[in-house]
């Protein structure tokens, strides 16, 4: 049944969270202790992470280059990357917005009275460079950038490839069929990897809760609970701005991508969602053409929880500082995370560096940061978790604009073992993937 992983996925949440409290009471009380049972927990998850970075570089560039083929007219390419920009663009001024009204709203920080010490942050925000970000789009190294999972530096190269591709016309397509054969592979491979989600979610929640302990909640509950509040509204906002477009049709859209959206927010990575989404987007309609060019896009430049999150937190350190932001102040730190964010994909601990840059930028106390590492993890979830579902709206709707969505499979029964669409659209590959993760049979 289609609804196994999802709650095998629930499961693991519920076991890791019972764990790692157990495991807390038990060595909570020695540091090291903790850290080293919390390390093995977290194996599970590193290992699903690992197998996760294996198959990203060969599927996005399979994916892609097969799609871009596939479309046969560099136009329409251009019309759905201007498109897609154009959302994201919006999406992410709106992100941010919301993030600075709710934190002027709430105002979680004040009263805090943190006392400014000149304190070393321990965040490196010498990654973060504009220019560094723009050169590092241009692979050197095709080579390199899949060794790395450079998403960016594979999709420049994948738009070559495939429009090169479209461009030789007959003596391309032998090369497309052993590209599609490729994609066919790594949706086989995606079907077996995702069977390990539900104890890598186990794994990842169990180590967190073994260190901090549910006290950590209760600490930074007013925190957490109003970042949370403020995704709230910006999932209402996205689900709104989806069925203006996509009408009756969003409703099912979030049951399809349900579990991509669980996996992101029990690992706390988009990454490890990327192939179980493209799978429900490729169930609910959008042809792989489409996904496959505006997904991976969307990974580096739609990070709508992670705008929100940027916003939020920059302002909360000052207030917990006791600094005083006028409007057009802030303003102007809305716009310079506009800009400096499209740079984080790539940056580990990605939102944290865009802060710590940002409260240096504006003279800011960026050791403030370490303030907020105690639960930056868990509302790291929650910011994952919506990047996830605004990438699934956003390509979604682009495919509504380009009149390509077509009729979802059912969702809550058995699929036939003939698949119903042509490889060209993706959907055979896809249905394989599926029946290992969801029957329990081979396809």
């Not at 050169?135 to 190269?157: C, D, K, R, Y």
């Not at 430049?301 to 939020?312: C, I, K």
């Not at 604009?401 to 698949?419: N, T, Y």
């Amino acid at each position: 049944m289609r609804n196994r992983l999802t709650a095998f996925i629930l499961i693991g949440m519920a076991l890791g969270v019972i764990t790692g409290f157990v495991a807390n009471l038990w060595v909570g009380g020695d540091e090291a202790l903790a850290k080293d049972v919390a390390g093995y927990f977290h194996l599970l998850a590193d290992i699903f992470l690992h197998l996760i970075k294996m198959i990203i570089a060969p599927l996005v560039f399979s994916t892609l280059v097969a799609g871009i083929a596939h479309m046969g007219d560099s136009a329409a390419l251009g019309r759905i990357g201007g498109r897609a920009l154009a959302w994201f663009i919006i999406a992410s001024l709106i992100s941010l917005t919301l993030g600075l009204i709710f934190v002027n709203f709430f105002a979680p920080g004040e009263g805090l009275n943190l006392v400014r010490s000149g304190a070393d942050s321990g965040v490196n925000t010498e990654a973060l460079n504009f220019r560094d970000f723009i050169l590092h789009v241009f692979p050197t190294s095709m080579v390199g950038a899949m060794a790395e999972n450079s998403i960016l530096q594979i999709v420049v190269f994948s738009l070559f490839v495939g429009v090169a591709l479209t461009a030789i016309g007959e003596k391309g397509k032998p090369i497309v069929t052993v590209i599609e054969a490729m994609v066919e592979l790594m949706l086989q491979v995606t079907g077996y990897v995702m069977r390990v989600a539900p104890f890598a979610v186990f794994g990842a929640l169990a180590s967190s809760v073994t260190v901090q302990g549910l006290g950590v909640l209760k600490t930074y509950g007013e925190l957490v609970g109003e970042f949370y509040i403020a995704l709230v509204c910006l999932w209402a906002l996205l689900f709104a701005a989806g069925s203006i477009f996509l009408g009756q049709r969003m409703l099912k859209l979030v049951r399809y991508v349900r579990e991509p959206i669980l996996i992101a927010f029990s690992t706390a990575s988009s990454e490890a969602a990327y192939p179980k989404m493209l799978e429900q987007l490729d169930r609910f309609g959008v042809p792989r053409r489409i996904y496959s060019f505006v997904l991976p896009l969307g990974y580096s430049f739609n990070l709508d929880g992670s705008m929100m999150y940027s916003t939020f937190a920059t302002i909360f350190i000052a207030q917990a500082y006791g600094i005083d932001l006028p409007i057009a102040t802030q303003i102007t730190i809305l716009l310079v995370l506009m800009v400096t964010s499209k740079g984080i994909a790539a940056v580990p601990r990605a939102s944290l560096v865009v802060v710590a840059a940002t409260l240096g930028q504006f003279d800011l106390p960026v050791e403030g940061v370490a303030f907020i590492l105690a639960v930056d993890h868990f509302m790291d979830m929650g910011r994952t978790a919506t990047n996830v579902l605004g990438n699934a709206i956003a390509t979604s709707v682009i495919t509504k604009w380009e009149g390509m969505l077509e009729v979802e499979e059912p969702v809550d029964v058995a699929h036939p073992k003939a698949p119903a669409h042509t490889p060209a659209d993706g959907r055979a590959g896809l249905q394989l993937a599926s029946d290992m993760v969801d029957d329990d049979r081979k396809g």
